[in-house]
């Protein structure tokens, strides 16, 4: 029974003497060369019977409509392939959305915005090229191309990176934001008696396929063994699928390699920021700490 396939023709079902217990639809005609067309009959696996007819009858073989039912499956394919497509984004964002609620960007920062960044002669460039980054985001995503923006401590570099952030969440796009700290922090709340592999590499995966991610502060912290691990594998998992990333520091790319370098093992460090530095363009803060310069 196995050489017999799962659905027979009504000359094979007499060939092969099957038994009928379903109706036979009426046939219908190629509407290019008018050949007579039969629905297909399933079979049971456990004895000589039919037992359902297909809803649509076979299809002709004819030049004609070959071509037809060519484009109809092309068409069928891109809506199947888009529809999973739409899908897998909507789980990626879901994700991206609660790991940025759990995140530990503060209240003061949820809050910082475009509309209320406070923009002077000083960081107008850098005010400008973020927000157009924002408003152009797919046409960047799609080069995978990042930005470092680079500057000393309380220029702004946070409100921008989070209103950016904020900015995108409101159109639909899902972003991850955090400190290394807050990021590696929800990986290292998976070890626990509880832990399982899949927790770790499912966070992980949502830093490494989200949209946009973004790292504040980076080198603020000494990095450890494990987390540059964390972060080169984060990296450069962006990095081979051309997947844009923001980094906001209060270094340059030089002072960045020595805060990323272990014992004086600065292969990973240097390999880490060399991708950086390819995927991120650079743009620079160079205004006074707003929180200390007088009013």
């Not at 002669?121 to 400008?128: G, L, M, R, T, V």
């Not at 709340?189 to 790292?215: C, F």
């Amino acid at each position: 029974m196995n050489e017999i396939p799962p659905f027979l023709t009504p000359s094979e079902i007499k060939q092969y003497g099957f038994l009928v217990e379903a109706e036979l639809p009426k046939p219908s005609n190629c509407q290019f060369c008018h050949k007579e067309l039969f629905h297909l009959g399933a079979r049971s696996l456990f004895s000589k019977v039919i037992f359902q007819w297909k809803g649509e009858p076979e299809r002709c073989d004819c030049e004609q409509s070959a071509g037809y039912w060519e484009e109809v499956d092309k068409v069928k394919a891109k809506t199947e392939s888009d529809t999973l497509k739409l899908k897998e984004q909507n789980e990626r964002r879901e994700k991206a959305e609660k790991l940025f609620d759990k995140s530990k960007m503060g209240a003061r920062f949820k809050t910082r915005s475009f509309e209320n960044f406070k923009v002077d002669s000083q960081n107008a460039k850098a005010f400008e090229t973020v927000k157009r980054y924002s408003d152009n985001f797919k046409k960047h995503a799609d080069l995978g191309l990042g930005f470092m923006l680079s500057g000393s401590y309380g220029t702004g570099k946070t409100h921008l990176a989070a209103a950016l952030a904020i900015d995108l969440i409101n159109k639909g796009i899902p972003v991850i934001f955090g400190t290394l700290i807050s990021l590696l922090g929800k990986i290292r709340q998976t070890y626990s008696e509880s832990w399982q592999q899949e927790d770790e590499l499912e966070i992980l995966e949502a830093y490494s396929t989200v949209d946009l991610l973004i790292i504040d502060d980076l080198g603020k912290e000494r990095v450890s063994e494990w987390s540059l691990e964390k972060l080169f594998s984060i990296v450069n998992s962006r990095y081979e699928n051309n997947l844009p990333i923001v980094i906001t520091t209060n270094y340059n790319i030089e002072t960045l390699i020595d805060k990323l370098t272990i014992d004086k093992n600065c292969d990973i460090a240097e390999s880490l920021v060399s991708r950086l530095h390819e995927m991120c363009r650079g743009i620079r803060l160079n205004t006074p700490d707003h929180r200390i310069v007088k009013k």
